[in-house]
């Protein structure tokens, strides 16, 4: 324990730990206490610890005393098996990685592309896919409700229960925002309810070949919603195929009506308003299991590339990621185009959780 007597003091000590996640800072004191536990969240939210708690507040003359407690952060299922520790030539910062084109199927980059691991929240293409695939009515109302809040991992919303939207909004937003009120609200009002909902995501995943791919629900809460980087390549080839996925998860922001008010979303990835990116699609993810995940259809010098990322440990490092595989290619363009291989070894082993 470290007793702090200022506000100063407390940024500080947040501000030592730069890099990964954290959780919540509470306090139950004064309106300018409770002011500070929401800058040290702010600060937290990039931190090398799992939480940063404020656990007693008071006072000392004139000044505030406030202990803080700091915990490592919970390491990822690709951490606790070692994949971070295989090198790669463009030295990445994803666990597993995988570059193909599109067209042709090549495998341009690999990097442990056969590790099963959680997904988080690209299991959303999926429940997208069997949204679309099933023709239900877009305009159609659904209501959140109790059923859809998070048990899982207790994560917010700001679709309170009772909001009602079209079903092509609830869309919308999970695919764009990662909403999991409106993902978890899509799967319940499926013909035959939840359950038959993860039962056709299911086998829409052994239809398309994923044979690596299991579903329990359909927003990615659960780290037993698993893949493997090749299963996803092969999701998002068959998602970009529709259209409706592809400009819903690429909307840069949305406004949509909330009883007398509206509310804007943005979009998870700020990579959809880069100019120097051409993307098809994108799904964004994260849980404490699977750590940062993207995957996106781009086309990069001319050619139409499928890329996946999973478990990466930084906030931004799933983009910088993108960004280095970007650089390369668009570098070693004449090279890359109508050729076979990849600049890493190909992955020999498969390893499972």
């Known amino acids: 324990m470290r007793f702090l007597t200022s506000a100063a003091s407390l940024l500080v000590?947040?501000?030592?730990?730069?890099?990964?996640?954290?959780?919540?800072?509470?306090?139950?004191?004064?309106?300018?206490?409770?002011?500070?536990?929401?800058?040290?969240?702010?600060?937290?939210?990039?931190?090398?610890?799992?939480?940063?708690?404020?656990?007693?507040?008071?006072?000392?003359?004139?000044?505030?005393?406030?202990?803080?407690?700091?915990?490592p952060a919970k390491p990822s299922f690709g951490q606790l098996i070692g994949l971070h520790q295989a090198a790669d030539s463009l030295d990445l910062k994803s666990g597993v990685a995988l570059v193909i084109d599109q067209d042709t199927n090549e495998i341009l980059f690999s990097k442990n592309s056969e590790a099963v691991l959680p997904i988080a929240s690209l299991t959303k293409l999926m429940t997208a896919v069997v949204v679309t695939e099933a023709h239900l009515p877009l305009d159609e109302a659904i209501t959140i409700s109790e059923d859809d809040i998070d048990t899982e991992k207790g994560s917010r919303s700001r679709l309170k229960v009772g909001t009602q939207l079209p079903r092509g909004d609830m869309l919308h937003l999970a695919l764009m925002s990662s909403e999991n009120r409106a993902a978890h609200a899509l799967g319940r009002s499926y013909p035959g309810g939840l359950?038959?909902?993860?039962?056709?995501?299911?086998?829409?995943?052994?239809?398309?070949?994923?044979?690596?791919?299991?579903?329990?629900?359909?927003?990615?809460?659960?780290?037993r919603n698993?893949?493997?980087?090749?299963?996803?390549?092969?999701?998002?080839?068959?998602?970009?195929?529709?259209?409706?996925?592809?400009?819903?998860?690429?909307?840069?922001?949305?406004?949509?009506?909330?009883?007398?008010?509206?509310?804007?979303?943005?979009?998870?990835?700020?990579?959809?308003?880069?100019?120097?990116?051409?993307?098809?699609?994108?799904?964004?993810?994260?849980?404490?299991?699977?750590?940062?995940?993207?995957?996106?259809?781009?086309?990069?010098?001319?050619?139409?590339?499928?890329?996946?990322?999973?478990?990466?440990?930084?906030?931004?490092s799933r983009i910088g990621d993108a960004e280095r595989v970007r650089r390369?290619?668009?570098?070693?363009?004449?090279?890359?185009?109508?050729?076979?291989?990849?600049?890493?070894?190909?992955?020999?082993?498969?390893?499972?959780?």
Not at 25 to 52: C, D, F, M, Y
Not at 331 to 353: E, R
Request: charge should be positive; glycine fraction near 8%; proline fraction near 4%.
């Open 13 to 71: 000590l947040a501000g030592i730990c730069v890099g990964a996640q954290a959780s919540a800072v509470t306090a139950s004191a004064s309106p300018k206490s409770r002011a500070e536990a929401a800058r040290l969240n702010k600060i937290a939210g990039n931190a090398q610890v799992r939480q940063v708690l404020v656990v007693r507040t008071g006072r000392q003359g004139a000044r505030r005393v406030v202990t803080i407690r700091a915990e």
């Open 195 to 223: 359950a038959a909902f993860v039962a056709a995501m299911n086998q829409k995943a052994h239809a398309l070949g994923m044979n690596d791919t299991h579903y329990v629900e359909p927003t990615g809460l659960s780290s």
């Open 226 to 316: 698993q893949s493997s980087a090749r299963d996803l390549a092969t999701l998002v080839k068959a998602a970009h195929e529709v259209p409706l996925i592809r400009e819903l998860s690429t909307s840069p922001e949305y406004m949509v009506d909330v009883g007398n008010r509206q509310m804007q979303f943005r979009n998870t990835n700020g990579l959809v308003k880069n100019p120097e990116w051409e993307i098809g699609l994108q799904k964004t993810g994260y849980i404490s299991e699977a750590g940062r995940c993207l995957v996106m259809q781009a086309k990069l010098a001319g050619r139409q590339l499928i890329m996946v990322f999973l478990d990466s440990a930084g906030k931004y």
């Open 328 to 353: 390369w290619i668009n570098a070693s363009a004449p090279a890359v185009t109508g050729v076979t291989g990849a600049p890493a070894v190909l992955d020999s082993t498969k390893p499972t959780i």
